[in-house]
């Protein structure tokens, strides 16, 4: 079992930054692969980036590519997502999701069998 906690979310101003925690508790953790989705007010779930059990094997959506760096610290059991240049279309309820298995993550919520409660990110124009 794996439970996953989010944090650093807030209220940013268009062009600021926040950088995004996930902390997972369990001993398996660097075998798990994750994702970050976000859902905006009346919009679906969408996939923002993913990382490897290593943190090498990294990915990302179009809109965040180049914006968003996702790491992680398997010491600290901790995955992170670091937004940058931040656009008010970016706001949203952030979760981090993990799965075992692959070695890799996918942008399907549905490959994911562990999820956090969400952190609200709000950037204001």
């Known amino acids: 079992q794996v439970q996953l906690v989010e944090s650093g979310g807030g209220l940013v101003q268009a062009g600021g930054s926040l950088r995004l925690s996930c902390a997972a508790s369990?001993?398996?953790?660097?075998?798990?692969?994750v994702g970050w989705f976000r859902q905006a007010p009346g919009k679906e779930r969408e996939f923002v980036a993913g990382i490897g059990w290593s943190g090498s094997n990294t990915f990302y959506a179009d809109s965040v590519k180049g914006r968003f760096t996702i790491s992680r610290d398997n010491a600290k059991n901790t995955v992170y997502l670091q937004m940058n240049s931040l656009k008010p279309e970016d706001t949203a309820v952030y979760y981090c999701a993990a799965r075992g298995g692959p070695y890799y993550s996918s942008n399907y919520a549905g490959g994911y069998d562990y999820w956090g409660q969400g952190t609200q990110v709000t950037v204001s124009s």
């Open positions: 369990g001993r398996t953790f660097s075998r798990h692969a």
